[in-house]
């Protein structure tokens, strides 16, 4: 059975730093590409950082890049995600992912917030 369970959300205050884990199993985790993505409140679901299979490369979207970074351990099929300079735009339910084309596993989301 696939499973991806993300971990470490929580409250920060801004400019707090944060770290999250997706914790996965049931799929060949190392053909996969892994991805963070976040759905702030009343918006769409986006996609904010992707890590090839194995791990030389990133990508991040404009909102989040310089401050956060991703990355994986294949041996212990996580995937993480640090979370550095937060602003409260960053609040959000933020969803691991696992993709290789046309297919998707995804994590049931965990909850960020920031505020003062």
């Known amino acids: 059975e696939v499973s991806l369970v993300e971990s470490g959300g929580g409250w920060v205050q801004p400019g707090g730093s944060l770290s999250l884990s997706c914790a996965t199993s049931?799929?060949?985790?190392?053909?996969?590409?892994m991805q963070w993505y976040r759905q702030a409140p009343g918006k769409e679901r986006e996609l904010i950082a992707y890590?090839?299979?194995?791990?030389?490369?990133?990508g991040y979207s404009d909102s989040v890049r310089g401050r956060f970074t991703i990355s994986r351990d294949n041996t212990d099929r996580t995937v993480s995600l640090q979370m550095s300079k937060l602003k409260p735009d960053d609040t959000g339910v933020y969803f691991c992912?696992?993709?290789?084309?046309?297919?998707?596993?995804w994590g049931q989301g965990i909850k960020v917030t920031v505020s003062s």
């Open positions: 992912a696992a993709y290789v084309g046309p297919r998707y596993y």
């Open positions: 049931g799929f060949d985790f190392g053909i996969y590409i």
């Open positions: 890590i090839s299979t194995s791990g030389e490369n990133a």
